[in-house]
């Protein structure tokens, strides 16, 4: 079973940008894909990015297109999701989650297709 845990939230004013970083560990990272998910207060939760097993990047904010972008580093247990051009809607818990993939292709959006949790990180972006 993976363990995950976040990183690298914060304050940031809106057109600024942030690197979130997921650290694995308790199995091999490379066996994984990996969603990234948020939740604002009062809202549900929703799909950010998705990095196969084969190191591509799926963006699933209709918003987000260019502005999130996840990447991967298996020799340092680490995903990435890179946030450009944030803006006060991007406020909110983001999390990392992983699911073990034969496909080096596979990647989803929903939730609840994925095992492994982290605890969450606070980006608040704000002026």
């Known amino acids: 079973q993976l363990q995950l845990v976040e990183s690298g939230g914060g304050l940031v004013q809106p057109g600024g940008s942030l690197r979130l970083s997921c650290a694995a560990s308790?199995?091999?990272?490379?066996?994984?894909?990996i969603g990234w998910f948020r939740q604002a207060p009062g809202k549900e939760r929703e799909g950010v990015a998705c990095?196969?097993?084969?190191?591509?990047?799926?963006s699933y904010l209709d918003f987000g297109k260019g502005r999130f972008y996840g990447s991967r580093d298996n020799a340092q247990r680490t995903v990435y999701l890179q946030m450009n051009n944030l803006s006060l809607e991007d406020t909110a818990t983001y999390y990392c989650?992983?699911?073990?993939?034969?496909?080096?292709?596979?990647?989803?959006?929903?939730?609840?297709?994925?095992?492994?949790w982290g605890q969450g990180t606070q980006v608040i972006v704000s002026s």
């Open positions: 308790g199995s091999t990272l490379g066996f994984y894909a």
């Open positions: 990095i196969s097993v084969g190191g591509g990047s799926t």
């Open positions: 989650a992983a699911r073990r993939q034969n496909s080096r292709t596979w990647c989803s959006n929903a939730g609840s297709v994925f095992s492994s």
